[in-house]
């Protein structure tokens, strides 16, 4: 079975200044990574996600995450929020083959201040 | 863009009643997944549909039944709603065997049981 640990409940930071949410996970087979976001009064939505290949994946909006095998990590970084980052961060596991059953973590709600 | 849509953002239902969550997937996907999210504790699945008719329990299944009688509709059920189930409901949807393996959300209910 997979698990996750997001050790941050919560992550307060000033905008413009550099944050990362920190995501563990453990599982004895080969696993996908996702990182999900839930803006307030909305569901959740894909930022983004390590299948394979490059171990550093890239947002849209300027979040970036690396895969990191012997540390079983996939934290989030982001070099400067801004104060429409804040939201609640879901990370996610699932085994690589059979039923696309996802594992979340229990978030981490980043509040970013002027 | 998929567009998951639940039937009500926000529902108060008295104890004992019968409750019936609904999700609308417009994308012709073939899975289907409903998730509960509490404060700390994440996103717990209840129960899954991989196709029409088809289902299986997820992690906390207790006190809860589901139907899919269209590929497109998938039903929580609370059979006597207990106060212990108030909580926030996900619905999602996914295409199997694709290499995106995204889960879409839909906006989420809020459910009190008082």
């Known amino acids: 079975a997979q698990s996750v640990t997001q050790l941050d409940s919560q992550v307060p930071v000033f905008e413009e200044a550099p944050v990362e949410l920190r995501c563990n996970y453990s599982?004895?087979?080969?696993?996908?990574l996702f990182w999900y976001v839930q803006y307030p009064n909305q569901g959740l939505q894909l930022l983004l996600k390590?299948?394979?290949?490059?171990?550093l994946v890239e947002s849209i909006n300027g979040f970036e995450a690396e895969f990191n095998k012997s540390q079983t990590s996939f934290h989030l970084r982001k070099p400067s929020v801004h104060i429409s980052d804040t939201a609640e961060y879901f990370c996610?596991?699932?085994?690589?083959?059979?039923?696309?059953?996802?594992?979340f973590g229990t978030g981490t709600r980043l509040l970013v201040s002027p | 863009d998929v567009k998951v849509t639940q039937s009500s953002r926000y529902l108060v239902k008295r104890t004992g009643e019968k409750v019936f969550l609904e999700c609308v997937q417009d994308?012709?996907?073939?899975?289907m997944f409903w998730y509960r999210q509490d404060p700390g504790l994440g996103l717990r699945l209840i129960y899954f549909?991989?196709?029409?008719?088809?289902?299986e329990k997820g992690d906390i299944p207790e006190g809860y039944s589901v139907s899919r009688e269209k590929k497109e509709r998938f039903s929580l059920i609370l059979e006597s709603a207990s106060t212990n189930q108030t909580s926030m409901y996900l619905c999602?949807?996914?295409?199997?065997?694709?290499?995106?393996?995204?889960?879409?959300f839909g906006p989420g209910t809020r459910l009190t049981v008082t």
């Open positions: 999602a949807s996914s295409r199997p065997g694709t290499t995106l393996d995204e889960q879409y």
């Open positions: 599982s004895s087979v080969s696993v996908y």
């Open positions: 390590y299948l394979s290949g490059s171990t």
């Open positions: 996610a596991v699932r085994r690589n083959t059979g039923f696309q059953k996802l594992v």
């Open positions: 994308m012709d996907h073939e899975n």
């Open positions: 549909s991989y196709d029409v008719k088809m289902k």
